[in-house]
């Protein structure tokens, strides 16, 4: 790329572009839109030129070119329409009419198609009677989505955005002449081909001939827009509002984080939103049974017994888990419900269970704990090193931007135990054993200083701890990495390497590094690599925690964890107490509260009493569910407030039926810090309630008054009170979100954290050494388990699971072992394995795959019929108590 | 000749590929060539196993081997018929020669008989146009054809007429 600028003149204006753009980039810049059907400006691929309804007239050129295709020079003379320009534009739509069925009448594109527009546009009246139409002919029980080639003009986007920006090629051209269609390999049905139903290529289909399976009735439908309710990316798409129901998603190139993308769960994930399983009506366990009850019975019960539990036995001896997967004013309330209507600080939330070493760690190191990066400058990173992160099935858009970059000629580094999406374009894979994450990062900071890859300057002037760390990692050469980890010693050294010479060196990370008993000591080491090479505080350069949840990021924020007020003001600092005891007209419990690996076993223990749990299935998600089970058991009070009766509302004293995000108004904070609002789209099924009114109507029952008459006027409070957050209001985020810290109205919200300062001073250099995995493999349990996420479900499944299609796709559980081990145990590909560990034991499909070295067995930990967290094992992170559920010792047998 | 397609297929699917070497897209319709030559026809398994070893999607395969008449993705018979339906054989009759071969024979165009003796295909112009009407079997010419020439000469080639079932 060259910065040289060229000056041309376009429809008689002065147009300066940069060299190697095309005329029709220059002219969008200008505002001046030329007619177009194959391009597609939002993606960053070459053009095919095919449609040629974008021609322009150059001057001194023999014939009109494709705008799309033809590049800038300089003292260029474009003209974008003429009454010649005009014909050649009519002949284009006039031959695409031909074969096209005059059904637009019943088209739910009508009013959004292109063709359509142009055809009105070019005044096109008559048919040109060239061909016979196109037969409807529709995929038949396509799950999510189908494709009608009468409708389809060939453009080739959908092929352009299958293979070259998603990288999956499901799709491509099939046949020739009129029998030309899109397709996948014939003979093979949508779910069990390579597509992974993005619908990527409905966003870009300029007619309807892609279009989802639920979205027939979407014309004319309300659009709210929102932010997506499952990962941490936080995508912002419309929903399509009919009849008091949500018919189909859809996405506008308007908004920083995703564009037009969105992965299969953001597109096709909302039919649980009117799922008949949803709570419609409180219930209170009567004679062992959940009975129906009056919102008043209920919650006059639960207040009830949280009084006389409170009188008895203190306020410590009540917990409540809040949710990361509702709003931020939900999470504040819970919080203050906690703190000041009850007493306690024993607040959490299933951070916990994810990303709470990312929130101690770089703490520790930089003084705050997320990502120090935007996602939008992903693609501008040279070297990305993604270690413990299955980044494009958890984090799809991320993933999408990942692959962005290595085709801008990023290298990318990958460590993982398995063969993931990633390693296909990977420039070096390190398939670590499970645990051993630290001896690899510390033999990589070995190679950067012993061969004077690291960054002097900014150890001297940005940094603390160096000596001390340096001793530790001197005692790491590469040769011993390699012997703990398993990969040879010469792929660290040229991990290190890329990684240390990198102008712009991003790391990625997810659960791989925070769920195991050293997961805040994964977090620092990965702090250090930075602080080495001083790939932190700058554009596109620094570690990149990905959330999981919507708004996991925002309930830590909002102060949903035990030992931090909103805002992570500590609550043991009197001073920070002071300030909320005032606003807030209580007094406050300065001893930090219990977490909810401390709240299991303290009810395990019958010293917790109550459990008051919002969106959150502890059963499911939590590590050795036959102990959480049980812990759960002995309380004297269980409240569970959910969407759906999941494991954990099954054995609730009383459950509350509560609103998905497509119900009621807020913000979630996604992974890159950003604040964005959610908004009501349709209402809640039932007596289903507003999580925030439930929380408000609680809180004046326990006799602390609250009234509140919107969320964003919790959000006002909220601000007020949280420095970093003053300067965030609904006003200012009701189109594009703004990201923390912004202190003030006037800020303009922080792309990427400690730039020229770390929010603690200096950088932190931590002295962290490898420890070995709590389980380890022997006789009896020969075979490493690990757990994580998939594509096509999240996390407990609750939802994703009651979405037709996505079940079509997964519809139960496996468990991938490499095809060597099975052969071993006699096994099959296909057939059922049991799986046993010192907790538990389930029984799973086997998936044979190289994807996994011999040794160790994956299983997702979506499925509550087998579910993987009754084997993985209840050790925790020293720091955080995250428990471990990378790793444990497993025994796999053939089942039937 | 022509190989069944099972699992024991594929370390010869394997064997052709890394015999040719192929790293990149830019050679798959010679080995698209070399495998139809192989197998007779280009198996679903054979083509799984090339986009797997090469990187190259599923559908895009298919688009080259949809694309080209050349490919067939379903066993081939012994012979190949291709009966000529250009200009001159078409004002000879070669619509009468095209029925008489699909009744003898019992399928249409682009089908195999079930004994896996004949696939039928027709085509534009073979180039004897001074012998119209024509076809081919395998790379022998046949014009100046009659209804009655043309069972006589499929049965030398084996051809049991349905005819008269």
Redesign the interface.
């Known amino acids: 790329m060259s910065n040289k600028d060229v000056k041309l003149t376009i429809d008689s204006v002065e147009v300066t572009a940069p060299q190697g753009t095309t005329v029709f980039q220059a002219a969008r810049s200008a505002g001046i839109d030329i007619p177009h059907l194959c391009y597609e400006p939002e993606l960053d691929l070459s053009p095919t030129a095919a449609c040629r309804l974008c021609v322009v007239e150059v001057e001194g050129a023999a014939a009109p070119p494709a705008s799309c295709a033809c590049p800038v020079v300089e003292g260029m003379v474009v003209r974008t329409d003429s009454e010649a320009l005009r014909e050649i534009r009519q002949t284009v739509i006039e031959l695409l009419l031909s074969d096209h069925p005059h059904d637009c009448a019943t088209c739910d594109e009508f009013g959004q198609c292109k063709l359509e527009h142009y055809a009105y546009a070019l005044g096109i009246r008559e048919k040109c009677e060239a061909a016979d139409p196109v037969a409807v002919r529709c995929e038949p029980d396509a799950p999510m989505m189908g494709y009608d080639r009468s409708k389809c003009i060939l453009c080739g986007r959908c092929v352009a955005v299958c293979q070259n920006m998603q990288e999956v090629g499901a799709v491509d051209f099939q046949g020739r002449g009129f029998g030309t269609e899109i397709g996948i390999p014939p003979g093979v049905s949508r779910e069990d081909s390579e597509c992974e139903m993005c619908g990527n290529c409905i966003a870009v289909c300029p007619t309807g001939a892609v279009a989802g399976r639920r979205t027939v009735g979407i014309r004319g439908a309300a659009k709210v827009r929102t932010t997506c309710c499952y990962c941490g990316v936080g995508c912002q798409l419309d929903l399509n509002v009919r009849d008091g129901r949500v018919v189909g998603v859809t996405t506008t190139s308007d908004n920083p984080v995703n564009g037009k993308w969105l992965c299969v769960k953001g597109r096709f994930g909302y039919e649980f939103i009117d799922h008949p399983d949803r709570l419609t009506t409180p219930l209170i366990r009567r004679n062992g049974q959940l009975e129906p009850a009056t919102w008043d019975e209920a919650l006059g019960y639960v207040a009830s017994r949280l009084t006389e539990i409170k009188a008895a036995n203190g306020p410590d001896a009540i917990g409540l888990i809040s949710s990361s997967r509702c709003t931020n004013e939900e999470n504040y309330l819970v919080g203050k419900l906690a703190r000041a209507a009850i007493g306690t600080n024993n607040v959490d939330q299933c951070a916990r269970t994810c990303h709470a070493p990312t929130v101690a760690g770089l703490a520790i190191s930089f003084g705050s704990g997320a990502m120090t990066n935007s996602i939008g400058e992903i693609p501008d990173a040279d070297v990305l090193f993604v270690i413990g992160s299955n980044t494009t099935e958890a984090h799809p858009i991320v993933g999408l931007k990942i692959k962005q970059a290595v085709r801008n000629g990023a290298t990318l580094i990958v460590a993982d135990p398995r063969k993931i999406w990633l390693t296909n374009i990977a420039n070096i894979h390190l398939p670590i054993h499970p645990g051993t994450d630290l001896a690899l990062i510390n033999g990589m900071a070995h190679v950067i200083l012993s061969e004077g890859l690291a960054n002097a300057e900014f150890i001297k002037s940005r940094t603390e701890g160096f000596e001390e760390f340096a001793k530790i990692v001197e005692q790491w050469p590469p040769e011993r990495a390699a012997e703990v980890c398993g990969v040879p010693a010469e792929d660290i050294r040229r991990a290190a390497r890329e990684y240390a010479r990198a102008d712009r060196g991003a790391i990625f990370y997810t659960l791989g590094i925070t769920e195991h008993t050293c997961g805040t000591y994964n977090v620092m080491g990965l702090a250090n690599l930075t602080l080495l090479t001083g790939h932190v505080g700058k554009e596109s350069s620094g570690v990149n925690p990905l959330r999981g949840q919507n708004n996991v990021q925002g309930a830590c924020d909002m102060g949903a964890l035990p030992d931090v007020l909103p805002g992570y003001q500590k609550v043991a600092v009197e001073e920070n107490r002071r300030k909320f005891e005032d606003a807030w007209n209580v007094t406050l419990s300065n001893t930090p509260g219990m977490t909810i690996t401390d709240m299991l076993e303290a009810a395990y223990d019958e010293n917790l009493k109550a459990l008051y749990i919002m969106g959150e299935d502890p059963v499911m998600s939590e590590a050795h569910a036959g102990f959480v089970r049980e812990a759960l058991g002995r309380l004297d009070l269980l409240v569970v407030q959910e969407i759906f009766l999941n494991e954990t509302a099954k054995i609730a004293d009383v459950v509350l039926p509560a609103s998905c995000f497509a119900e009621k108004d807020g913000t979630f904070t996604n992974t890159e810090r950003r604040v964005q609002r959610i908004r009501k789209a349709v209402e809640a099924p039932g007596e289903a309630r507003e999580d925030w009114k439930i929380l408000v109507d609680l809180m004046n029952r326990l006799g602390y008054p609250a009234d509140y008459s919107s969320p964003a006027e919790i959000w006002s409070e909220f601000a007020s009170l949280s420095p970093i957050f003053a300067g965030i209001n609904y006003s200012r985020i009701e189109k594009v979100g703004l990201q923390w810290p912004c202190p003030s109205l006037d800020h303009p919200g922080t792309k990427f954290l400690h730039s020229g300062r770390f929010t603690r001073g200096l950088g932190k250099f931590s002295v962290v050494e490898h420890s070995s995995p709590s389980e380890v493999t022997d006789n009896d349990y020969p075979l490493v388990l690990s757990t994580g996420r998939t594509l096509y479900h999240y996390n407990v499944g609750t939802m994703t699971r009651r979405v037709h299609g996505l079940d079509k796709k997964s519809p139960e559980n496996y468990v991938e072992i490499n095809p060597r081990d099975l052969e071993k145990l006699g096994g099959q590909d296909g057939r059922m394995l049991r799986v046993t560990t010192r907790r538990g034991s389930i029984v799973a499909r086997a998936v044979a795959t190289r994807k996994i070295r011999p040794g160790m067995v994956w299983m997702p930990m979506h499925f509550a019929e087998s579910s993987a967290n009754e084997l993985t094992v209840d050790a925790y992170d020293n720091i955080t108590r995250t428990a471990e559920f990378k790793v444990a010792a497993a025994r796999v047998e053939v089942a039937w | 000749m022509v190989e069944s397609i099972t699992n024991e297929c594929v370390p010869d699917v394997l064997a052709v590929i890394d015999e040719m070497n192929v790293s990149s897209e830019s050679n798959l319709i010679a080995v698209l060539q070399d495998m139809q030559e192989h197998f007779g026809y280009l198996p679903?398994a054979a083509?799984q196993e090339i986009s797997s070893r090469i990187?190259?999607?599923?559908?895009?395969?298919?688009?080259v081997v949809?694309?080209y008449a050349q490919f067939h993705?379903e066993p081939r018979g012994r012979h190949t018929i291709r009966c000529c339906r250009g200009t001159a054989c078409h004002v000879e009759g070669a619509g009468r020669v095209l029925r008489t071969i699909e009744k003898e024979l019992g399928i249409s165009d682009g089908e195999t008989t079930p004994d896996g003796l004949f696939s039928l295909e027709t085509l534009g112009c073979i180039g004897i146009c001074f012998l119209a009407p024509a076809m081919m079997i395998d790379d022998q010419y046949f014009g100046n054809l009659t209804t009655q020439r043309v069972g006589s000469i499929l049965r030398t080639y084996g051809a049991r007429s349905c005819l008269h079932e």
Do not use: D, E, N
Request: proline share 14%.
């Open positions: 679903p083509l990187h190259i999607p599923l559908a895009r395969i298919y688009g949809t694309f993705t």
